[in-house]
């Protein structure tokens, strides 16, 4: 939202920033120790006063988050937190472990962790918006997703990786029983066998109307790592092959879901993908993401795109 190479900087940068919030939390973090001298009660009392409306008493999971960030390369950073994790859903948590012992994968199911970026990528609010996996194979972005507090829905055209991801969820929620996290997955929704290429199924529309305490609709979130190279889990019969059958998913997206955003794991950027669908509402890219794996052997891209509608001239 705003950055400054001091706190005083900052805060002159958020005189442009209308925080309008209400019942907000805010945290600073100390990365590195600042250029100045600022402590950080000094920097959450600063910024705290430049919000319209007071803070929230007992912060919720649904309320607004803010955070500053100290560094010394970078100085103050003021950010709107979108998606936050628990130590037990982190890599070394009981969320990771539990999902490393899962009973069904197989050689190009997706990371946990990278399940994770991509749902923080995806902007999607937790109590409002709903992650749709079409291609969902194993189950982790459904388990990232609801583990962070989301609904998900999963599909797949393949019905062995539907009966796969059954067994993951369950297996994940029983070995975090007692924890948000276990009834989160329990209450994920698996379908399938089924083509997304079709209708967007009624658990995933019915995020979409109005919620009940400002009228406002939610939004469909599709994430997905999708088929690629060695893991290609869908036949690529007919003309296009794989190519047309994501295009086919992105054009139904953008039909059917106002509002929607797509994030896509794939082997090389995906920007065509949604270039290639011509219709009064399509899908822009609004970012593109090169990600390393461990020790930077190999990559992969996360490609996220919105909703935009156009004019018919």
Avoid at 83 to 107: H, N
Avoid at 125 to 137: E, I
Avoid at 162 to 173: P, Q, S
Avoid at 201 to 213: D, H, K, N, Q
Wanted: net charge negative; charged share 20%; aromatic share 4%.
């Amino acid at each position: 939202l705003a950055r400054g190479d001091t706190l005083s900087g900052l805060l002159s940068a958020m005189e442009g920033v209308h925080l309008d919030a209400r019942g907000w939390a805010l945290t600073v973090e100390h990365l590195s120790p600042p250029a100045d001298s600022a402590t950080a009660t000094v920097a959450l009392c600063a910024v705290a006063q430049r919000f319209r409306h007071p803070p929230a008493v007992h912060p919720g999971p649904g309320d607004p988050r803010f955070v500053v960030l100290q560094t010394a390369s970078v100085g103050y950073i003021l950010a709107r937190v979108l998606a936050a994790q628990d130590a037990a859903l982190g890599p070394e948590g009981d969320l990771s472990a539990a999902w490393k012992l899962r009973p069904f994968t197989f050689e190009a199911a997706t990371d946990l962790e990278l399940a994770k970026v991509a749902v923080g990528l995806s902007r999607a609010r937790p109590g409002r918006d709903v992650v749709f996996d079409p291609c969902m194979g194993s189950g982790t972005v459904i388990c990232a997703a609801a583990a962070m507090g989301l609904r998900a829905v999963g599909a797949d055209a393949n019905p062995r990786m539907v009966e796969g991801a059954r067994l993951n969820l369950a297996h994940a929620a029983a070995e975090l029983r007692g924890t948000a996290a276990s009834g989160a997955l329990e209450e994920a929704v698996l379908l399938g066998p089924c083509d997304a290429r079709g209708a967007l199924p009624a658990e995933v529309l019915a995020a979409l109307a109005p919620g009940s305490s400002d009228g406002e609709p939610g939004r469909v979130a599709v994430i997905s790592n999708l088929p690629w190279g060695r893991g290609l889990r869908v036949a690529q019969d007919g003309p296009g092959g794989m190519e047309a059958y994501l295009e086919g998913i992105v054009a139904s997206v953008a039909a059917q879901a106002p509002m929607a955003v797509v994030v896509l794991i794939t082997g090389d950027p995906a920007r065509r993908i949604f270039d290639a669908v011509r219709s009064p509402a399509r899908l822009a890219v609004t970012a593109e993401v090169p990600i390393l794996s461990r020790g930077g052997r190999g990559q992969c891209f996360m490609t996220r795109a919105e909703r935009v509608i156009e004019s018919d001239d």
